[in-house]
DNA sequence: CCCTTGACTATCT
DNA sequence: GAGATAGCCAAGG
C-alpha cells in the first residue's frame, strides 16, 4: 500500500510542537528531522492539517526571516507571538534571545539614531 | 497528463 | 545584502 502523507503530517506536528519557546526552527529543519528531507513547503500545508493549533509561529526561513511578506496581517500576528516569547522580529528578521551586543545591533534594536 | 501554486532553499551576480 | 534563477515536491484544476 501507499505510505500517505500521514507519517509525514504526524511527524512534523509532534516536532514543531516539541520546539521550545523563545526558540524557533526553519521549514527545512523541520522537514529533516521528521525524516522527509526537502519537503520545506510541505511543512506549512501538514501544520495547517493539524486538529490541534500548534506554535506554527516558531516556524521561520532558514535565513531565520519570517515568511510572510513584512507588515502583511499573518506577519505582524507571528510577530507578536513570536515577542511574546521574548524573540524579537526586526523588518521580518528573527533574533533569538542571547544576540551579541554589537553596539550598532544595540542601536538597531532600540531603534536609537544620531542626536 | 500538463500546468500552476506555494508559510521553501541554495547559489550566483 | 538584495534580486534573479534554478531546483525541489505535493496538491489541485
Known sequence: MTISMHQFDQ???KIVSSIPAGQVM???????AAGFPRHAR???KAMGRSPDPLPWYRVVRSNRTLAFEVGGRAYNRQKALLEAEGVQVINGKV???????????????WGEDDS
Open 42 to 44: 510541505m511543512v506549512s
Open 26 to 32: 526553519g521549514y527545512g529543519e523541520v522537514a529533516r
Open 11 to 13: 511527524a512534523v506536528w
Open 95 to 109: 533574533i533569538p534571545v542571547a544576540v551579541g551586543d554589537t553596539g550598532d545591533l544595540d542601536r538597531l534594536l
